[in-house]
């Protein structure tokens, strides 16, 4: 897969292209259908590239620093998924300031035109470019009329509403990882690299491999899942577990321990050997158990309730 993270990157060379546009997050069902739209464009003009032009950072963190959505996918994740959906090459445009400001005639000649000489883009009907989001699928048409690209604007894609990323983002900020994953076509995923924590679990009974919940990120609502722990990356010399290893999910700050920070903590199922410091994973949640995090009195009351957790995990985990 090819990732460009400029236009210039893109080389004189490359093209001509189908090319889809939009931000992408999620890499969801309504954007896998774009995708494989876009595919079927490229076969019928004789194999032509697909080119899946995205942004980063999102354009809302830039036109509205500090108020920007929470990131369901990072950039190379999105990459990725947006490459098993059918894109050849991926362009990530550095979305600043600048432009924010061109004109959608001015993005339809820099980008479509002349960075990637599209012959067809396929977007949906909703889509909006250009400065103050002037541009729509009918200024695609009659540019691409004049300029020798063709447009396909889709209907959206759903079931009982559109899927789109901010519907995604709603499900995962109520801790509703079921309809997440279904809008999504996979499991919601969480990722990141092993942190130490308090060093309390392995004397609970039950030691958790800790991620810091990033402030950027989409991460569910505070309570406790069913799901797998994968390791993407071990860390130097850590030992290689292949297989998604099935986990008691904890989101939040461990109020019974005054805890400040935001965590997401997995134990694995009947596992106290595993050794993650350090290495990357993905967490990825199947079903909620519970609602928030309980403050407990005593340390035995918090053990009653982990151990129904772990129960209730285990339950739905091998069924
Ligand atoms: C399944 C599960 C459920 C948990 N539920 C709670 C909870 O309700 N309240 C709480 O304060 N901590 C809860 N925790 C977090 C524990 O307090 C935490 O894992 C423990 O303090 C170990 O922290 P450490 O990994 O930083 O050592 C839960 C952890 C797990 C794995
Ligand atoms: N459900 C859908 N069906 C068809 N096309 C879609 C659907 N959702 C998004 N698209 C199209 O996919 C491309 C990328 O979408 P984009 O990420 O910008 O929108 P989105 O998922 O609706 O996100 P947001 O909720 O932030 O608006 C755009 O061309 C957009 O019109």
Aim: no cysteine; hydrophobic share 45%.
């Amino acid at each position: 897969m090819l990732v460009w993270h400029s236009l210039d990157e893109v080389g004189p060379d490359f093209g001509p292209s189908v090319v889809t546009i939009g931000n992408f997050d999620g890499v969801h069902r309504g954007h896998q259908e774009v995708l494989a739209h876009a595919r079927s464009q490229a076969e019928a003009r004789g194999g032509l590239p697909v080119v899946a032009m995205t942004f980063h950072p999102h354009p809302m963190q830039v036109l509205r620093p500090g108020h920007g959505p929470a990131t369901i996918t990072e950039p190379a994740e999105r990459a990725e998924l947006l490459a098993k959906a059918g894109a050849d090459a991926v362009l990530v445009l550095p979305f600043d300031r600048e432009v924010a400001a061109w004109s959608p005639e001015e993005f339809i000649d820099r980008v479509l035109v002349g960075a990637l000489k599209a012959k067809a883009v396929v977007v949906g009907e909703n889509f909006r470019f250009g400065h103050k989001a002037a541009g729509h699928v009918d200024t695609l048409v009659e540019a691409g009329a004049t300029k020798g690209f063709e447009v396909e604007g889709l209907a959206l894609a759903g079931a009982e509403q559109p899927w789109s990323s901010t519907y995604i983002r709603g499900k995962i900020a109520e801790g509703d990882v079921e309809a997440a994953a279904e809008a999504l076509g996979r499991p919601l995923r969480v990722t990141g690299v092993v942190i130490e924590g308090d060093k309390r679990g392995r004397e609970l009974g039950y030691p958790t491999a800790n991620i810091p919940a990033a402030a950027d990120a989409a991460i569910p609502l505070d309570g406790v899942y069913a799901g797998w722990l994968t390791v993407l990356e071990p860390a130097p010399g850590a030992p290689v577990y292949d297989e998604p290893l099935p986990a008691a999910i904890s989101v939040g700050s461990n109020p019974t321990f005054d805890g400040v920070d935001r965590r997401v903590e997995s134990y694995v199922l009947d596992r106290d050997d595993l050794e993650l410091y350090g290495s990357k994973i993905a967490v990825d949640f199947v079903t909620r158990l519970r609602g928030s995090q309980i403050k407990f009195e005593s340390i035995d009351e918090l053990l009653v309730q982990m151990k129904a957790d772990v129960d209730g995990a285990r339950t739905v985990l091998s069924s």
